[in-house]
């Protein structure tokens, strides 16, 4: 705002001017002299706010630098140009780091079908390092703001959005599905819903990116309702048997109703001894 | 039970049983039930634990027949709009089918609703189960041989009830799942060459999924389909009644005679209690494991479908088979396409049904076998059968396990692909090596049986004779134990003889082929000159062979 005033008030002033001399307009030179004035000088604050912010970045991101030339740049470049063995990371935004290192999907384990959850590798504020360095080479997807993550939207109709676009993948109860050559959509059982907004927005591995325009802010809030919701309430039918389906269900009919059956038919036969 | 025996001695009968012998007379004089009770009374039914897997399919069923019940007071037929106002928060204020609604209603705003309708489903899994079961013993024990044919084919419609009465009900509530199973029909339906699509409209009443379809499974399922199943039910235990019980060769047990226990009171006493631990189980399992969770499905749209979406276990054979055929069988003639897809896997399963219901008929004639049969085979003396049986089950269990290739592939860490590909090889190969291994199986022991009825059992002492020579002392079996191992129908390949017009026409060649193929190989059983023969040539001390039975039945 700052910036944009300056160069309007300056002109307006010396239009001013050209006009004539005369004491009437000293008032407005004045008014326009003031407002230059004040607004030069926030526009000096802020910059100099910035300033304060870009000397804490500057360490995430040196440190960043760090953990990334030693973990990252093997496989993603010291520029993060990438290489044969890894994607570019130019431009990817904190959100994709953040989720794939604070899943423990990096660093990668070994090359497969697809990137593996593992025991995360890094502090919280490494991570953060991680992602303010990669953000800071080209703009992308930042970190979900804190207001859609509390799990207070409307279940049901993040359940229908759910049903609509996550299921065919990650099954209605988001315990996960088979995709082709060996990927997969994982179980979505205990994803916090940091996570959950940023694969959404990144679309890691397979995943589709449902982007603001797709699934709006408040949509992705609702769907992260419905998971938190499925997470705290356990199956109000009993065990839930993975929520595979009939599958689960045909297999335990088999093994122990069936089971216990016959086991029950042959006690019921024996002879006494 | 409604006799009037003269008391031997003189007391007066107390007022309870004067109560008792008037009411039954009362009701005898007036519906000559007595003759039925006493001669089902005195019907013997032998014990064994595979003779009560039928009983466990006629328990579910009643269980499902009580619960099912329940479930019609509250459960609405109508694919009407309604918006969920139940008490399941992540379905509040979503759109469905009246029939969904109810559904949710009864699983969480009516008392005890929920259990009942899990009892209703798990019971159903367990009457397919139970019956498919029986049906494996039935074919394995030769139980369905003159005169129980007939018996066989009803069993085998009411299986297919069974499985239509399970997809019918699967497809009631509306959800997700049971929608897409529809779609899978619908699509099958469509496959179907020129009929296809008309016939889709029809089912449907229009295009697919229209408003009619839960109205018209409601209908089969609650009212056709039960009445012709409890139909065929009355008809297949009568049968059971009149045919008597099949046992196994024993002591005393000819083909002429059945031992066991009779209905009244024991059978009746321990059938009455099987019911009610059966109904316990169902009830047990109900209680603590979800079943159908219609709740996370949600209602049908036919935009979404779930991961992991497959048909209740005994649908699960046809799901594969759609999965397993190759996804670009087909041809063109001119500018029509015909696609194989689903005509191919229709065709292969139809075969296969088909040949599961008349395979007694195929049997009976290959063997030409006009007797009856009382006796149940052991498996292993019945080679042939029993390797087709194997080879059978191989290919119905491949194409189970195809229904959930996705699952096999996730929770094994395979690739889908590399699953649908072994499983294919699988369905073709499996049944052949199947047939292979368990044949030598049976017949290798039929030659163990063979020897031991012949030379006893090694009995791992070691004799050293005044010679020198060591011998291992064989036991003798009792001549109980003998009994069982070496009475079992001999059937040798038909020669091929001309006609009485002196002819051989191509059905009696192909009889004589199929009859060489089932007895080529064979182990007979153990003659009774063979066993006098074996016991005196001497293995040390050594009872005489039985004297009064014959070692061979024909």
């Known amino acids: ?34 407002l230059v004035a004040t607004g030069g000088a926030y526009a000096m604050f802020t910059s100099s706010a910035t300033a304060n912010t870009a000397t804490a970045n500057s360490t995430l991101t040196s440190d960043g630098a760090k953990l990334f030339a030693a973990n990252c740049a093997t496989c993603h470049g010291m520029n993060l140009q990438g290489t044969k063995d890894g994607p570019t990371l130019i431009g990817v935004g904190a959100a994709s780091v953040d989720f794939q290192v604070g899943t423990g999907r990096m ?27 990669v953000a800071s080479f080209a703009p992308g997807p930042g970190i979900p703001d804190k207001q859609y993550l509390g799990g207070n939207g409307d279940a049901a109709k993040g359940a229908v959005l759910f049903r609509t676009n996550c299921a065919m993948c990650h099954n209605v109860a988001g315990a996960g599905g088979a995709l082709t050559e060996g990927k997969y959509a994982p179980s979505l059982a205990g994803v916090s819903a940091k996570h959950v907004i940023e694969a959404m927005e990144t679309g890691p591995q397979n995943m589709p990116v449902f982007n603001d325009n797709n699934l709006t802010p408040a949509d992705k809030a609702n769907i992260v309702t419905y998971l938190k919701y499925l997470d705290k309430n356990p199956s109000p039918g009993g065990l839930d048997l993975g929520n595979l389906g009939p599958v689960s ?25 | 039970m409604t006799t009037t025996e003269t008391p031997k001695t003189v007391l007066a009968p107390t007022r309870g049983a004067r109560f008792t012998g008037a009411a039954a007379n009362y009701i005898d004089e007036r519906t000559s039930i007595s003759g039925l009770v006493k ?181 089969l399922h609650i009212l056709l389909l ?195 590909t072994t499983l294919q090889y699988l369905l073709i190969f499996g049944p052949i090596v199947a047939y292979l291994v368990t044949k030598r199986i049976c017949l290798g022991l039929m030659k163990k049986d063979r020897e031991i009825a012949l030379h006893g059992y090694e009995s791992g002492r070691i004799v050293r004779l005044p010679g020198g020579e060591y011998i291992e002392v064989h036991e003798q079996l009792s001549d109980y134990e003998r009994w069982r191992l070496i009475s079992y129908d001999d059937y040798k390949p038909l020669m091929l003889r001309p006609d009485a017009k002196g002819r051989i026409s191509v059905t009696e060649r192909l009889r004589a082929a199929m009859s060489n193929w089932f007895f080529e190989d064979r182990i007979a059983p153990v003659t009774r000159a063979e066993l006098e023969q074996a016991h005196h040539s001497g293995h040390g001390a050594i009872e005489a062979a039985p004297e009064s039975e014959p070692a061979q039945l024909h």
Request: glycine content about 10%; hydrophobic content about 50%; aromatic content about 12%.
């Open chain 1, 107 to 133: 660093p990668l384990a070994a090359s497969g079908p697809q990137a593996e959850q593992k025991p995360v590798q890094f502090t919280a504020n490494q991570i953060k390092a991680l992602y303010t360095y």
């Open chain 1, 249 to 273: 269900e045909g297999l335990f009919l088999w093994i122990f109703g069936l089971g216990t059956i016959v086991g029950i038919t042959i006690w019921l036969t024996a002879k006494a001894n």
């Open chain 2, 226 to 420: 039960p009445a012709i199943l409890v139909a065929a039910l009355g008809i297949h235990l009568v049968l059971l009644v009149i045919n008597k019980h099949t046992q196994f060769a024993g002591p005393g047990k000819t083909n002429d005679n059945v031992v066991g226990v009779p209905i009244m009171p024991v059978f009746a006493a321990k059938a009455g209690g099987f019911f009610f631990i059966v109904f316990g189980v169902i009830v047990l399992i109900a209680s603590f494991f979800t079943i159908n969770p219609i709740w996370t499905y949600g209602p049908y749209d036919p935009s979404p479908v779930s991961a992991g979406t497959q048909p209740d276990w005994y649908i699960g054979f046809a799901d594969g088979a759609l999965r397993l055929v190759p996804s670009d069988w087909g041809f063109m003639i001119g500018p029509w396409t015909f696609s194989l897809n689903i005509v191919a896997p229709v065709l292969v399963l139809g075969l296969f049904i088909v040949a599961v219901a008349i395979y007694p008929f195929i049997e009976g004639w290959v063997t030409g076998d006009k007797r009856e049969h009382h006796i149940a085979d052991r498996p292993r003396n019945a080679p042939t059968r029993t390797a087709i049986g194997a080879a059978g089950v191989t290919f119905y269990a491949v194409l189970w396990a195809a229904a959930s290739s996705d699952l096999i592939a996730t929770h094994f860490g395979l690739t889908i692909e590399g699953v649908i």
């Open chain 1, 1 to 34: 705002m700052a910036k944009s005033t300056t160069p309007r008030a300056a002109k307006n002033a010396r239009t001013n001017r050209k006009a004539g001399r005369r004491s009437p307009l000293a008032s407005v030179a004045l008014i326009v002299i003031g």
């Open chain 2, 39 to 219: 001669e089902l009374g005195r019907k013997i039914f032998p014990d064994h634990w595979s003779f009560m897997l039928g009983e466990v399919a006629l328990y579910s069923f009643i269980v499902i027949l009580l619960t099912g019940t329940f479930l019609t007071f509250f459960f609405q037929a109508s694919m009407a709009d309604v918006t969920y106002a139940g008490s399941y928060i992540p379905l509040k204020g979503v759109d469905m089918s009246a029939a969904m609604n109810s559904t949710l209603n009864i699983s969480f705003d009516i008392r005890g609703g929920l259990l009942m309708r899990q009892v209703h489903h798990w019971a159903a899994l367990l009457f397919v189960a139970s019956i498919g079961l029986h049906m494996l013993r039935i074919y394995f024990t030769g139980a369905f041989r003159k005169p129980r044919e007939l018996n066989w084919l009803i069993g085998f419609v009411l299986f297919v009830l069974a499985m239509a009465e399970g997809f019918t009900g699967y497809s009631l509530p509306d959800d997700l799942l049971s929608g897409n199973g529809l779609r899978i029909i619908d699509g099958l339906v469509k496959g179907l060459p020129v009929i296809g699509t008309w016939t889709s409209y029809l089912l449907f009443g229009g295009e697919f999924p229209g408003t009619a379809i839960v109205g018209r499974l409601y209908t």
